[in-house]
């Protein structure tokens, strides 16, 4: 758990030295993360031994312990330094890493820090919308749940455009009476110009007869009027409404 601590509370440092920030090279770099002031140099490392011995950076790939590499460089403005234990010349053991922007040391946080940063982003900013939109919703027994966004100028600004804009393209779709009305008029004007054909069947039975046809047709007519009698042609006049109603004293 200390470790951690003092993992979290790096990652919320960083260090410059105002000297040395506009000499910065590839060359140099790795003396200016060493120096004494810096709070992410360890003093009982490998480097420091290789210093007071006055060797060269080459020994280091033969001692064992705690050790600073450059990393990556991109001039003149990046630098990558990474933290490693060294177990024999061709193992190595990564800590942690560190970068230099324009003569300023940052610690690059891990995987797990940057996953556990953006997980609690999301969520602070998640429970901040649930609330904002919480804060809109009424009830009523007999509506149900409502949005209600007059206390907010913005939104209620533009539910009311909305609203208007749906009923506008509403009233734009339906049209007016005289739009309809000239629409039908012209509609049965190419109606009549332009008759629809008549199917077959239809102009089958408007064929005329032939003449021996026509006499079955009339003879078939007259007995069945005999049979049947004549029909009561005054029926059709007969006023079928039901009687007036009686009012009460």
Known sequence: M?????????LRL????????ATLSPQSVMDYFCRKSNPFYDHMCNNETVRM???GPEHLHNMIGLEYILLHVAEPILYVIRKQHRHNPSEATPIADYYIIGGTVY????????????ILNTVVNLQSAFEEASSYARY????GYTWDFSSNKVLSDKSKSDKKDANSAKDENSGTLFQKQRVDMLLAELLRKFPPPIP???????QPLPA???LNAAGNASEMNNATGPLDIKTEGVDMKP???????
């Open 107 to 118: 610690k690059a946080p891990d995987l797990a820090n940057v996953i556990n940063a953006r």
């Open 2 to 10: 200390a470790s951690r601590q003092m993992t979290n509370d790096h």
């Open 14 to 21: 960083s260090w410059h030295d105002t000297q040395m920030m």
């Open 212 to 214: 021996g046809d026509e």
């Open 53 to 55: 011995q006055r060797l």
């Open 243 to 249: 009687p007036p109603e009686k009012k009460t004293k």
């Open 200 to 206: 077959p069947m239809l102009q089958n039975l408007q």
């Open 140 to 143: 009523h027994p007999n509506k």
